[in-house]
């Protein structure tokens, strides 16, 4: 088969077919987002990828004399139903020199991608079938590639890729038959990361602190009460403003606080001082009463965007319960809260103030009923 260059209806063709699926696909994506993605993780994988090769076919090298150096690129865009399998649409070309001139083909595909993610690499294996066009004719072709992603800031990666493109033709029982062109490129892929969900709204406490605990009393009305508007912003007033109003009943919170674990810039990797406080952690929780509810809080500090942090904070604390739960801590007695960048424990931005505010802070809560004339005023 010879490779001739494509027809200018081929082309149009091919352009209007591509603008249509990267049109449609992401709104379908929005109706009905994959549940299968971990938190802070895209469903979206958009990528593109420039070679240099040859072809590797006797037919194609010493019959038509496409034997020299030649060139190609594949842009494709998918959803991932899995967290490590995206579904692909992509649109690629290749041009070969030789002896009589340049032959080339665009194509048109539809394959799978197989990438799963380990922390900052994400190997990948390609396989796609379609449509080629050289020429006024269209023809069969099966791609073929892989590769290494590597991250390099957000949600950009970079890495090189070897490629396969087979072209499925025979002209005759004695001419030319199929064309495999073989490469070795770049790759680049951009994973949008989603938006982190909004944290709920707290509740206003009033908190008292001594050596070793922190004592939360919350004074809670024994039937609701519907207070008229304008409501006091201030704690202590709002709190008078209840007591005035009905009978209350007092819980009080003791709050024991274990020591902060901390981790790896933008990983969700304990440093060395993070993984030796892990089992002292364990202890202080296996050593707790079985009621004591386990509060894990996720940080972050104040580089890069704020939605990232968050979910960044969100994957530590999940982290550090992932490792209670292996050894043993009941999972409904963990509650799990992000807070990003926003609850800073040094303000300073050098690197010992960045180092402190990426951390895991755990509290040890457990509440019990008291008698108001016994609590604190």
Known sequence: MQLRSPSRLAVLALVLAAAWAVGVSPGHAQ???????????????????????????????????????????????????LPWLSGELGIGGLAVGGRNGVGGLLDLSLGLRAMPRL?????????AVGVGATGTLLVPVLLGSAGLWIDIVDEWSIGPELSIVHV??????TQTGDAVFVSLGLSVAFRPR?????????EIVLTRVTSHTRVVERRVPSDPVVVPPPAPTDPEALLRLVDRAVPATVTRTVQ???????????????????????????????????????????HADGTGEEAYNDALSRRRA?????????????????????????????????????????????HLERTVSVDPSEATP
């Open 31 to 81: 109706a009905a987002p994959s549940a299968t993605i971990a938190a802070g993780e895209s469903e979206h994988v958009l990528s593109l990828s420039l070679r240099g090769g040859a072809m590797v076919t006797d037919d194609q090298r010493q019959i038509l004399r496409f034997d020299q150096e030649g060139g190609g690129f594949e842009l494709s865009g998918g959803l991932r139903p």
């Open 119 to 127: 922390d900052r690499v994400t190997p990948m294996v390609r396989l």
């Open 168 to 173: 499925v033709w025979t002209d005759g029982p």
């Open 194 to 202: 989603p938006s982190a969900p909004p944290e709920p709204p707290r």
């Open 256 to 298: 024991t606080m274990v020591p902060p674990l901390l981790f790896e810039h933008d990983r969700t990797d304990l440093s060395s001082c993070g993984e030796a406080s892990l089992y002292d952690l364990l202890r202080s929780v296996d050593e707790a009463p079985r009621d004591a509810l386990v509060v894990i809080e996720g």
């Open 318 to 362: 999940e982290a550090v319960r992932a490792f209670l739960v292996a050894h043993g801590i009941e999972d409904r007695r963990i509650e799990i809260r992000a807070d990003g960048e926003g609850a800073a424990l040094v303000r300073e931005d050098d690197a010992r103030a960045l180092e402190l505010n990426r951390r895991v802070v755990v």
